[in-house]
């Protein structure tokens, strides 16, 4: 069993947990713990966005949605970051699509708290801009690496970026899955990762991926697995401050109403 983040303070986003302990204490009335199992959904293209929701476990694929259906992801969200961006940066609405492919929680703030914030230039909201800045360099990358690299260096890249997520080497999931967010058949995908088990860089079985050679993985993988990463961390604080274990810090435990 792999196993999924309790999420029991807010502090576990790493973008709250930045904050300075004044700013965090007058957001703590307002995060609510929820739920996210995996194949839930947060949003919906067009769906209005009232809520932010900072990750504390678990990942978040965000992918485009044609007409007939497809999709292709364009950035992966875990501990670092949140989804709802729209909500206070004047858009409302995105139209992209968040679902939860690896199961943890997040802590739900309402945007109208986040906004009083951007009025008055706190220091969420000088998060929130840096973040979106390092959202918008990874959906770059992602673009250029989709055009010029081939399967298996995308397939390595995006198990890498959703290890860094996770608390440990192993993620469950399905080839379909996998493929659905890459944009490309199941076939490929089951060639690609037999070729990396061939190399004795992974084990895939029953719909769990084990690492088994980290430093190999980088090495297969192409450079926008690290060109995201440094843009991360030169954009981000890398520095946690320490989680609060005051009174009261599990929250609320809700199940998000997503449409699954």
């Avoid at 397939?155 to 944009?183: T, V």
Wanted: net charge positive; proline share 5%; aromatic share 4%.
């Amino acid at each position: 069993m792999i196993p999924v983040p309790t999420g029991r303070s807010p502090r576990q986003n790493k973008l709250l947990a930045a904050l300075p302990a004044r700013h965090y204490q007058l957001l703590r009335p307002d995060l609510k713990r929820v739920a996210l199992p995996q194949g839930a959904t947060i949003h919906f293209p067009g769906d209005s966005e009232s809520q932010l929701y900072f990750i504390a476990g678990g990942l978040v694929s965000r992918a485009c949605v044609t007409r007939n259906g497809e999709s292709a992801e364009f950035a992966l969200t875990g501990n670092e970051g949140v989804i709802g961006l729209a909500s206070v940066l004047g858009g409302e609405s995105s139209p992209t699509r968040a679902v939860v492919v690896s199961p943890g929680c997040a802590w739900r703030l309402p945007a109208s708290v986040a906004l009083q914030e951007l009025e008055h230039e706190g220091p969420l909201a000088r998060l929130l801009l840096r973040y979106t800045l390092a959202l918008i360099a990874q959906a770059g990358q992602v673009a250029a690496c989709n055009r010029h690299h081939s399967l298996e260096q995308r397939l390595c890249r995006w198990m890498l970026w959703s290890l860094d997520r996770l608390p440990s080497n192993a993620l469950a999931m399905k080839q379909e899955s996998i493929a659905e967010l890459l944009g490309v058949r199941r076939e490929r995908v089951s060639e690609a990762a037999a070729n990396l088990q061939r190399q004795g860089l992974i084990r895939y079985a029953r719909g769990c991926i084990d690492i088994l050679d980290r430093r190999g993985m980088q090495a297969r993988a192409c450079e926008c697995y690290a060109a995201v990463n440094r843009e991360y961390a030169r954009l981000l604080p890398q520095r946690q401050a320490a989680p609060h274990a005051g009174a009261g810090e599990s929250g609320l435990e809700l199940t998000i109403a997503m449409h699954c």
